[in-house]
C-alpha cells in the first residue's frame, strides 16, 4: 500500500511539475516579447508584476515535487553514523516536523486569502490585479504540499514499521552530493 502511494504522488506530481513549467515557459515568453516591444517603443506593462505571482506560486506548487524528488536540503551530521534503523527514524522526525511546518504554514496562509477575498483586495499597481486570482492558487499549492508532506510520511512511516528501510530511505532519505535519487 505504501509503495503504491509514493508511485501515485510521484504520477501526480509529474504532472503538477509539467503545468508549472509550463506556466513559467509561457512567463518567460512574456517577458521576453515585452523586452522586445520596449526596443520598439511599446510594451504589454504589468509583466513585472506577473512574473512575480508566477514565481510565487510555482514555488508553493513545486514544493511537494521537490520534497518527492529529495530535493530539499537537510544537514544530517549523526544520520550517516547510525544504522539503518537510526537514519530511518531520523528521516521520519525530520518528515513530521516538515509536515506539522507547512501545515502551519497553510493554515496561516488562509487568512490572507479570506482577507482579500471578503475585501475585494486588488494591487496597488497599473493592473489592480484581484488578489484573490493570485492568492487562490498560491494557497492551494501550500495546501497540496501539506498533504503531500503528510502522505509521504504515513506511508514511510509503514516502510519502517514493516522493517524496509532501504524502500523508506529513498522514499524520505537524503541524497548527498552528486547523488540521484532512486
Known amino acids: 500500500m505504501a509503495d503504491r502511494i509514493l508511485k ?15 506556466m513559467l515557459l509561457v512567463c518567460a515568453a512574456a517577458v521576453l516579447l515585452d523586452i522586445g516591444l520596449r526596443q520598439l517603443g511599446a510594451s504589454f506593462g504589468g509583466t513585472d508584476e506577473i512574473s512575480g505571482y508566477a514565481m510565487a506560486i510555482a514555488t508553493s506548487w513545486g514544493m511537494g515535487y521537490a520534497l518527492l524528488e ?14 539503518a534503523l537510526g537514519r530511518s527514524l531520523f528521516d521520519l522526525f525530520a ?18 486569502l479570506e482577507r482579500s477575498l471578503s475585501v475585494g483586495s486588488r494591487a496597488n499597481t497599473p493592473l489592480e490585479t484581484p488578489l484573490w486570482w493570485v492568492q487562490l492558487p498560491w494557497f492551494a499549492g501550500w495546501v497540496w504540499f501539506a498533504l503531500m508532506a503528510w502522505l ?7 516502510l ?23
Open 160 to 182: 519502517v514499521v514493516q522493517g524496509r528501510f532501504d524502500t523508506a530511505d529513498r522514499a524520505i532519505g537524503v541524497t548527498g552530493e552528486g547523488e540521484t535519487p532512486q
Open 70 to 83: 529529495l530535493g530539499h536540503v537537510r544537514i544530517d551530521l549523526i544520520r550517516g553514523r547510525v544504522g
Open 8 to 22: 501515485t504522488l510521484h504520477s501526480l506530481n509529474r504532472g503538477v511539475a509539467i503545468c508549472v513549467g509550463i
Open 95 to 112: 518528515m513530521l516536523v516538515l509536515a506539522a511546518t507547512v501545515s502551519l504554514i497553510a493554515v496561516k496562509c488562509w487568512p490572507v
Open 152 to 158: 509521504i510520511f504515513a506511508a514511510a512511516l509503514v
